[in-house]
C-alpha cells in the first residue's frame, strides 16, 4: 500500500494524492492487515483535506513591506519559524545579531519553539543590553522542557537582582517540575516581601504539597493585594476543612477579589454557621462577590452539610429580580437549592413560564433537579416549544424527571444541540448504555460525534471501529472533536488488549497525517501505552515568506477592537506586537464580520466569559489553528484570551476575564485588555448576542484612514 502524503495540515483546503515513497514498517503489521487498519486507512482517504488559511486581506489589498525598519527581513523569517515550528539556526542567529526590537521577538519565537538547541543562544541574550530581551529570555528558557543547562541558569535568575527576570525564573522552575521547598529554600535569604514577589505569583504551579500550602499562607500578609490574591488561589485550589478559619477571615480583606476567591473556596469547607456571613455579603454592591456567595451557599447545602435556612428567602426572591443580569443569573441558579421554600418554588415556576428564554431554561433546570411537581408541566410546555435551547432543557428535565417518552422523541429533533442533551440525558438517566453511545455516535453532526466521544472516555464500552468511524467524519481542521476521539481510543486501548493493537496502528497514522495538535494528542497517547513517541513535525501553513511581511507589517502597532452588545459597547487594545499571528487573525475575522450576531455560549458570572463559535456551543471554529503565542503576562479582570482544547489549538473562540486566572497564564494566548467600557463585562451574561466586533481607533481618537489594516 503506497504511503498517505502528510495533508490534515493548516493549508487550503484540497485533495491529496498517495505518494510513491515506501510505507514506514511499523510494529503493528498484524493489527495493520486487520480490518481496524482498513478502516484507518478510510480516516486518512475520507479526511484528508486542507483548509483555508486565514484571510490576511480584510477584504483590502495587503499593504507594502515596510523595508525601513531594521531587521524587517530577519523578523518576518522569525514569524515564519514560529508559525511552522521550525526550529532554523541560520535565521535565528541572524536575528541575534540584529537590533533591539529583532532580539525581543526572537526571544518570543524560541519560548514558543521550546526547543532544548536554544539554550546558548538564550544564555547570551540573559546579557543583552536590552532589559525586555534579558526578561523574555528567562521566559523562554522556563520553555526548554528538561535540560539541565537551562534548569541551572533558571536557577542563577531566580537569585538575580531583578525581580521582573526572578519572578519569572520562578515560573520556569516550577513549569519545569521543581517543588516548592527546593526554590523557597534557595530564596530564603531574601526580605520577606521580596520573597513573596518572586514566590507568589506562580506559586500554584508548583506540585501540591505542604510546603506550597505554608507558602500560600504566608503569603496572605503580602502587601499587594495582587499578591494576596495569588496566595488565597493556591489556598482554595486545595482547601481542607483546617483552613476554614483563614479563608473566613479573608472574608474581610481590603482586596476585592481576595474576598471572591476565599468566598468560592468556603464551597468546599464551609458549614452552616457560615451561611450568615454569605448572606451578607450577598447585600454588597460587588457582583462578582455576590455571584459567587451565592453559587457558595447553594454548593453548601446540596452538599449536605446545612440546610436551607428560610432567613434567605426575602433577599433571595429580591436578588432574582436584580437589575444586574449577572446576580439575576447567579441567584436562579442557586435557588434550587432552597425548593422547600414555597415562595421561592413559586417564583421559579413563574419565570419559567414568562421569563426570558434563559430564565426559562434555568428555572425549569432548577425544579426539575429538584423533583418539583410543577416541573412535569413546565417540561411538557417546553418540549412542545420552538426554541431549541427550550427544547433542550426539556430533554435534560426528562432525564432528572423520568420522561422517557419525551427523550425519545428529542433524540430525532432537527437540532443538533436538543439531540446532544436528549442523548446525555438517556445516559444519565441509567439506561443501557452501549446503544445509546452507539446511535449517539452515529449521529450526522459533529458535535453531537464529539459529545459522544467524550462519555467514551470515560465509559470505553463500544468497539474501536466505531471510534475510528466517527473520527473519519470530523472536519480535520476543527481540533476539538478530534481531540476528543484521540482521547476515546486512548481509553478503548486500555479497556480492551485485543483492540489495542488495531487502535495503536489508527493513532501512528494520525500521529503522522493529521493536523498539528492532534499529532501532538496521538503521539503523546502511543507514549503512554508503550510504544514510541513520534516527533509530531513542523505545523504545516499555506503562507509564504510574503505573507509574514505582511504580517509584520500590519502588526507592529497596538490595535483596538470594539465591541457591540446590546447592554452596551466595550473597547479592547490587542498587543498585536506581541502575538502577531493571532492578533492578525482575530482582527481580520472582526473585520470579516465573523463574530457579528454570535452569541456568548458560556458564561459564569464573575468569573468568565465565552464566544466566537459560530456553531454556538464550544465545538465549532473558523477552519483553520493557530499556534500559541503565549508571554510573559498576567491575566486579570478584562483580558481577552484565545480559548483552546489543546495545545496550537485556538482558532475563533475567545475568553473574557471577569476575575484573575492565574491557572491560564502559561497555557492562553493573551490578545489584550479591555480599555473602554470594562464595568459593562460584569452585566454580560449566557446568550447575549455580540451584535457586532470590529476594529476601531483608539478611544477617544477617530480612526484615520492611515489606521485602516
Known amino acids: 500500500m503506497p504511503k ?28 495493520k492487515r486487520s480490518v481496524g487498519f482498513i478502516v484507518t486507512t478510510l480516516l486518512v482517504l475520507a479526511g484528508c483535506t486542507l483548509s483555508r488559511a486565514p484571510d490576511l486581506s480584510g477584504g483590502e489589498a495587503a499593504p507594502d513591506p515596510d523595508l525601513t525598519v531594521p531587521n524587517f527581513t530577519e523578523m518576518a523569517l522569525l514569524l515564519l519559524l514560529a508559525d511552522r515550528l521550525t526550529y532554523e539556526p541560520f535565521s535565528l542567529d541572524r536575528a541575534a545579531a540584529g537590533g533591539p526590537e529583532a532580539r525581543r521577538l526572537l526571544a518570543d519565537t524560541l519560548a514558543r519553539l521550546g526547543d532544548p538547541r536554544a539554550v546558548p543562544l538564550l544564555e547570551a541574550l540573559l546579557l543583552d543590553e536590552d532589559a525586555e530581551v534579558r526578561r523574555r529570555a528567562v521566559f523562554a528558557l522556563g520553555r526548554v522542557d528538561g535540560d539541565a543547562a537551562a534548569l541551572l541558569l533558571l536557577r542563577q535568575q531566580a537569585l538575580g537582582e531583578s525581580s521582573a527576570r526572578a519572578t519569572l525564573a520562578v515560573q520556569g522552575l516550577a513549569i519545569q517540575g521543581l517543588d516548592a521547598a527546593a526554590v523557597e529554600s534557595a530564596l530564603r535569604g531574601l526580605p520577606a516581601q521580596e520573597l513573596w514577589v518572586r514566590l507568589l505569583p506562580d506559586l500554584h504551579l508548583f506540585p501540591a504539597d505542604r510546603t506550597r500550602e505554608l507558602l500560600a499562607i504566608g503569603g496572605l500578609a503580602a502587601e499587594e493585594g495582587w499578591l494576596r490574591r495569588r496566595a488565597a488561589f493556591v489556598l482554595g485550589r486545595t482547601a481542607q476543612p483546617r483552613h476554614r478559619q483563614i479563608l473566613l477571615s479573608l472574608l474581610d480583606d481590603e482586596d476585592p477579589g481576595v474576598r471572591v476567591l476565599a468566598t468560592a473556596a468556603l464551597s468546599e469547607v464551609g458549614i452552616a454557621s457560615d451561611l450568615d456571613r454569605l448572606l451578607q455579603l450577598c447585600a454588597e454592591s460587588d457582583t462578582s462577590l455576590v455571584a459567587e456567595s451565592l453559587r457558595t451557599a447553594a454548593r453548601i447545602i446540596r ?50 413560564v414568562s421569563g426570558s428564554v434563559l430564565e426559562r431554561r434555568l428555572a425549569l433546570r432548577g425544579l426539575a433537579r429538584a423533583r418539583d411537581p410543577r416541573a412535569a408541566d413546565l417540561m411538557v410546555a417546553a418540549f412542545k416549544s420552538g426554541d431549541p435551547d427550550l427544547r433542550a432543557e426539556a430533554a435534560r428535565a426528562a432525564g432528572a424527571l423520568g420522561g422517557e417518552e419525551i427523550l425519545v422523541r428529542l433524540v430525532g429533533d432537527e437540532a443538533a444541540s436538543v439531540r446532544q442533551a436528549a442523548f446525555l440525558a438517556r445516559l444519565a438517566s441509567g439506561g443501557p448504555r452501549q446503544p445509546i453511545l452507539s446511535a449517539f455516535l452515529a449521529d450526522a453532526d459533529a458535535g453531537v460525534r464529539a459529545a459522544a466521544l467524550r462519555e467514551l472516555v470515560s465509559t470505553p464500552v463500544l468497539p474501536y471501529e466505531e471510534i475510528v468511524h466517527a473520527v473519519v467524519r470530523m472536519d480535520p481542521q476543527v481540533p476539538a472533536p478530534l481531540l476528543e476521539g484521540v482521547g476515546a481510543l486512548e481509553a478503548r486501548a486500555l479497556a480492551a488488549i485485543s483492540e489495542r493493537g488495531a487502535i495503536v496502528g489508527a493513532l501512528e497514522t494520525l500521529a503522522q497525517v493529521s493536523t498539528h495538535p492532534t499529532r501532538v494528542a496521538a503521539a503523546t497517547v502511543l507514549a503512554e501505552l508503550g510504544r514510541a513517541q513520534p516527533p509530531p513535525g513542523p505545523a504545516t501553513t499555506a503562507r509564504s515568506p510574503g505573507d509574514y511581511r505582511s504580517i509584520l507589517t500590519r502588526t507592529r502597532a497596538v490595535r483596538w477592537l470594539k465591541m457591540e452588545t446590546e447592554r452596551g459597547d466595550v473597547v479592547f487594545k490587542v498587543d498585536c506586537p506581541d502575538v502577531p499571528l493571532s492578533c492578525l487573525s482575530f482582527m481580520q475575522l472582526a473585520n470579516q464580520g465573523f463574530f457579528d450576531g454570535t452569541r456568548f455560549h458560556h458564561a459564569v458570572p464573575g468569573r468568565l466569559l465565552e464566544g466566537g463559535d459560530p456553531r454556538g456551543d464550544g465545538w465549532g471554529g473558523p477552519g483553520f489553528t493557530l499556534r500559541d503565542e503565549i508571554g510573559a503576562h498576567r491575566l486579570a479582570s478584562g483580558s481577552l484570551i484565545l480559548a483552546k482544547s489543546a495545545p496550537h489549538s485556538s482558532g475563533s473562540r475567545f475568553l473574557i476575564l471577569l476575575a484573575d486566572a492565574p491557572a491560564l497564564e502559561v497555557t492562553h494566548t493573551r490578545l489584550g485588555e479591555a480599555v473602554s467600557g470594562a464595568a459593562l463585562l460584569t452585566d454580560l451574561i449566557e446568550d447575549d448576542l455580540i451584535l457586532r466586533l470590529r476594529e476601531t481607533g483608539e478611544p477617544g481618537r477617530p480612526r484615520a484612514a492611515h489606521d485602516r489594516p
Open 4 to 31: 498517505i502524503s502528510s495533508c490534515f495540515g493548516d493549508t487550503p483546503r484540497r485533495r491529496c494524492r498517495p505518494s510513491s515513497a515506501p510505507q514506514r514498517p511499523s510494529p503493528c503489521s498484524a493489527a
Open 303 to 352: 452538599s449536605g452539610r446545612a440546610a436551607a435556612p428560610p432567613s434567605w428567602r426575602a433577599l433571595l426572591l429580591q436578588l432574582l429580580e436584580d437589575p444586574r443580569p449577572a446576580v439575576g443569573v447567579a441567584a436562579l441558579e442557586a435557588a434550587s437549592a432552597w425548593l422547600l421554600d414555597d415562595e421561592i418554588g413559586a417564583e421559579l415556576a413563574r419565570l419559567a
